[in-house]
Nanobody, 128 residues
Framework: VQLQASGGGLVQPGGSLRLSCVVA????????IGWFRQFPGKEREGREG???????????YYQDSVKGRFTISRDNARNTLHLQMTNLKPEDTGVYYC???????????????????WGQGTQVTVSS
């Protein structure tokens, strides 16, 4: 199984980015999906859920700080998930990881320990 994330970069405050994650080796429609952020100097245990969605996409949880600004989506036919980020702020800076998890309970969607497969991370830097 491989997850390949892309789309990060340097953007000014107020700008937008769209992260993508192409998944190979599993059927994405069977999995909960999520985007996690790891802050500089933090190990994997420091990854926080930014936005995550159940396998059915009926349940989506957003970290409070990104509500109204970030949107998660998936294309099961293309086995791809995306994170649309708008009105970016300096505190959004970090390495963003895509993840897929099987049988993740809805109330644990934002917990990184529930996810089985991870992408390699893409750097997002918001700075003027």
């Amino acid at each position: 199984v491989q997850l390949q994330a892309s789309g990060g970069g340097l953007v000014q405050p107020g700008g937008s980015l769209r992260l993508s994650c192409v998944v190979a080796g599993l059927r994405l429609g069977d999995y909960a999906i999520g985007w996690f952020r790891q802050f500089p100097g933090k190990e994997r245990e420091g990854r926080e859920g930014v936005v995550c969605s159940s396998a059915s996409d009926e349940i989506t949880y957003y970290q409070d700080s990104v509500k109204g600004r970030f949107t998660i989506s998936r294309d099961n036919a293309r086995n791809t998930l995306h994170l649309q980020m708008t009105n970016l702020k300096p505190e959004d800076t970090g390495v963003y990881y895509c993840a897929a998890g099987l049988n993740v309970p809805d109330w644990r969607l934002l917990l990184h320990r529930e996810y089985d497969y991870w992408g390699q991370g893409t750097q997002v830097t918001v700075s003027s």
